[in-house]
């Protein structure tokens, strides 16, 4: 009998690559979705299976993070083996407009998922999604040992979910497990993130459909990674002996602009041509320089990056094109729930 995992964000960026990496696992995956008033599972329409379906490998439940008594039953339901704690109000910019939301949902909402299995009394184990952004202030290179000092309400919610893992891993002798992820991307990131509102603009602007593009802040430094691959980390610190902490980056520093020239140069364009300044897209705390240090990673995890930020660039850019080429075929159809 394979495992069973339930997800919760199985509907964003990595909760849709780490459902496909459990179901080839041979998990049973379940996972979490918020009500909508328009369709929110277009990430994994491709790994969507019936209800009608016997011995389905995937099945979603509605519940939301701000609901302590869901959550609750739902575990009671699923009873999984392993929860992947990923739902989360996940954009900084956002968490300045509302702070007491993102609080709620990023913060108190992995709380009430750490109270819920312990209320239901279920032997599992819970990755928690932790941010870099809780070293915010704190120079580079940021490892398990940096002190955090967030930057955003978004920054405070992740540190007071860390500390609850941690809590809870001490208190009462759950497998918690924080993985500190560095920033990650992929064809499939929120559109609003600053890479894939690039690499879209990039596929746009080549085609004609769009002239400009306004962004913020060029000089704040990230460690941009892959995001299937990041996934494939979280895993396996769910398969440790012992519940721990990790790092996941590469290691590698580059600038907004430095992904901007890249992601441009990539079709023969030139972005000092296209890009404009627009305040609104600045915080009013930045977070100058993340570039993490995987090394506990790599020797526990055998965890090793491949893809790095310029390579990323590329793939994203040509995911856009292809994805607009689709778009503008009509062949693109949305599957009905
Ligand atoms: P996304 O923003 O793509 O996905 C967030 C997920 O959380 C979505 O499925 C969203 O649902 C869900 N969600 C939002 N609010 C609630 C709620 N109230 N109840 C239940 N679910 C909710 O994020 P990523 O996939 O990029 O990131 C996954 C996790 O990892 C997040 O917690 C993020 O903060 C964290 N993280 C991400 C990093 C990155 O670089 N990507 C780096 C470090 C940490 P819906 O689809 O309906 O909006
Ligand atoms: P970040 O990612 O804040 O690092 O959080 P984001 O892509 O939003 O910003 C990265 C940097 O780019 C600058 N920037 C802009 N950002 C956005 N979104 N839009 C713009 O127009 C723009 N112009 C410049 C920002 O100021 C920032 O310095 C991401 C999220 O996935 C978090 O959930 C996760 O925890 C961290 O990564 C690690």
């Known amino acids: 009998m394979g495992k069973t995992a339930l997800i919760t964000g199985v509907t964003g960026q990595d909760g849709s690559y780490l459902a496909e990496l459990l179901i080839a696992k041979e998990y049973t995956v379940h996972g979490l979705v918020r009500r909508s008033s328009s369709f929110n599972t277009e990430r994994i ?63 108190l909402g992995t709380l009430r998922l750490l ?20 070293f915010g202030a704190a120079p580079p290179p940021q490892n398990e040992r940096t002190p955090f000092h967030p930057r955003s309400p978004y920054g405070c919610a992740k540190v007071y979910s860390y500390w609850s893992t941690v809590n809870y891993r001490e208190a009462y002798g759950m497998f918690a497990v924080n993985g500190i992820l560095f920033n990650h991307e992929s064809p499939r990131r929120g559109e609003t993130f600053v ?34 691959e990041y996934v494939e980390a979280m895993w396996r610190m769910l398969q440790r002996d012992e519940p721990d902490d990790y790092v996941v980056a590469t290691g590698v520093p580059a600038t907004v602009r430095d992904f901007l020239h890249a992601a441009f140069a990539s079709c023969g364009l030139d972005w000092t041509r296209h890009v404009l300044f627009d305040p609104k ?44 080429e689709e778009e503008l075929s009509g062949a693109r159809v949305r599957i009905d729930r």
């Open 45 to 107: 329409d491709h790994i969507y299976q019936d209800p009608q379906q016997p011995g389905r490998t995937m099945i979603l439940h509605h519940a939301d993070l701000s609901d302590g008594v869901a959550l609750v039953n739902l575990l009671r339901e699923v009873r999984p083996d392993e929860v992947y704690n990923l739902g989360a109000q996940s954009h900084v910019r956002v968490s300045f407009d509302s702070p007491m939301y993102t609080g709620d949902v990023t913060g």
């Open 115 to 134: 109270e819920a299995i312990r209320a239901s009394g279920i032997d599992t184990r819970i990755y928690q999604a932790s941010s870099s952004e809780m």
């Open 195 to 228: 890479t894939r509102k690039i690499t879209r603009a990039v596929a746009r602007i080549r085609a004609g459909l769009q002239e400009r593009l306004y962004l913020g802040n060029l000089d704040a430094v990230r460690d941009w990674g892959y995001a299937p």
């Open 281 to 324: 897209y600045e915080r009013p705390s930045e977070v100058d320089a993340l570039v993490g240090d995987a090394s506990k990673a790599r020797d526990l995890l055998g965890w090793q990056p491949a893809v790095r930020w310029r390579e990323l660039a590329g793939l994203m850019v040509e995911a856009d094109i292809a994805a607009l």
